[in-house]
Nanobody, 123 residues
Framework: QVQLVESGGGLVQAGGSLRLSCAASGRTFSGYGMGWFRRLRGKDRDFVAGISRTGRTTGYADSVKGRFIISRDNAKNTVYLQMNSLKPEDTAGYYC????????????????WGQGTQVTVSS
């Protein structure tokens, strides 16, 4: 079992920045690929970013490429999502997820999920 707890969400003006954190506990964190997803109200969760077990490889949705940065600190059992140049369309619930497989952009790959943290970007 892996427990994931997100933090760092909030209200920010367009153009601003936020850093989300996802703290993991349970099994060895470095054994899991990690992903960030977001859910807009009433819609499915969409892939935002993913990172490999070592952190050497990352991937991003086109909508956030160049603005968001995913990283991880295996010593602290934490994955981060630095969000810059935020837009109102980034408003969503953000979820981190863990997979024993290589990270992917598919929800089905991930076994463990956090409870989510809300990000609201005002125009």
């Amino acid at each position: 079992q892996v427990q994931l707890v997100e933090s760092g969400g909030g209200l920010v003006q367009a153009g601003g920045s936020l850093r989300l954190s996802c703290a993991a506990s349970g099994r060895t964190f470095s054994g899991y690929g990690m992903g960030w997803f977001r859910r807009l109200r009433g819609k499915d969760r969409d892939f935002v970013a993913g990172i490999s077990r070592t952190g050497r490889t990352t991937g991003y949705a086109d909508s956030v490429k160049g603005r968001f940065i995913i990283s991880r600190d295996n010593a602290k059992n934490t994955v981060y999502l630095q969000m810059n140049s935020l837009k109102p369309e980034d408003t969503a619930g953000y979820y981190c997820a863990a997979t024993a497989q290589y990270y992917s952009d598919s929800e089905q790959t991930y076994t463990y999920w956090g409870q989510g943290t809300q990000v609201t970007v005002s125009s």
